[in-house]
């Protein structure tokens, strides 16, 4: 099934919605410059499993309208709990792959966990994806910079860079495109937006505020978000579990995506 819930005026945002007879709900947030399809290989498996699996296009990217602003972490997460409202969601499994990890985080301390019952993150952008004063880990914040400008300049050009670095495992040709193209499908503005609030934004203090069993999987090649803040995360976040994936980088949904599936169902078991 397919939705549009409106979550300011002019503004909907997409929703797939899979299996809705699924005894076990989990809710999907993407990475960035993606959408829900990135989850393409969770999507067609977990639901034969019985779990009913929700996917959400993050405002100006994937199917979902694309305004010209609203790309704070806190406009973002209003965005979910909208999605939770409309779909009726509670005692389900939130689940955020990178800036969607961040924007999960966000409702979590922002929402007190409304409805969640279980928390996964997927190679987070949290608390901080660049170094900060006291923070030495992340990204140089002058690689940020570049993807903005890269977003501005040639952004077909920044996408096919990100592409090179997103996943540890050979892709073929054929995946690169398709990868491609979905980065196409956003908006630059917005591609840039988010850039500009990973720069802008951290989570320290919302870590703290988790309260729900939480599962951190993260690559440990990821040349993104790096594998030091996945420890971080686990040493903030209260009842947090860490599984490494030895041969996974960025996207380890894709990169090692049976054992993903396997730790995501296995955790939502428990």
Not at 161 to 178: E, N, Y
Not at 185 to 206: C, M, P, R, Y
Request: with cysteine.
């Amino acid at each position: 099934m397919e939705y549009y819930v409106l979550v300011e005026p002019n503004v909907k945002i997409y929703v797939q919605d899979l299996n809705p007879e699924g005894k076990k709900t989990i809710l999907f947030l993407h990475g960035w410059p993606g959408s829900h399809k990135l989850f393409e290989y969770q999507f067609d498996k977990l639901p034969k499993m019985g779990f009913r699996c929700i996917g959400i296009d993050t405002r100006g990217f994937g199917n979902s309208d694309k305004p010209y602003g609203g790309y704070d972490y806190n406009r973002l997460s209003d965005d979910v709990r909208c999605v939770v409202n409309a779909l009726n969601l509670n005692d389900f499994t939130l689940a955020g792959h990178s800036t969607g990890g961040a924007i999960a985080i966000r409702y979590m301390s922002r929402y007190k966990g409304y409805g969640v019952s279980k928390l996964a993150l997927f190679a987070a952008a949290a608390p901080s994806l660049i170094k900060r004063p006291n923070f030495p880990y992340g990204l140089e914040k002058e690689s940020v910079t570049k993807i903005i400008e890269g977003t501005y300049t040639d952004r077909p050009k920044m996408l096919s860079d990100f592409g090179d670095i997103f996943f540890f495992k050979h892709i073929t040709k054929s995946f690169s495109d398709w990868f491609f193209q979905l980065g196409l499908q956003a908006a630059g503005w917005a591609t840039a937006s988010i850039a500009n609030t990973w720069i802008k934004e951290v989570l320290f203090s919302d870590l703290s505020a988790i309260n729900v069993p939480t599962l951190i999987i993260h690559g440990i090649h990821d040349k993104v978000v790096p594998f030091s803040l996945a420890k971080i995360q686990n040493q903030n976040i209260k009842n947090s579990k860490l599984v490494p994936f030895e041969f996974s980088g960025h996207g380890s949904f894709y990169d090692e995506q049976d054992k993903f599936n396997e730790e995501l169902m296995k955790f939502i078991g428990e």
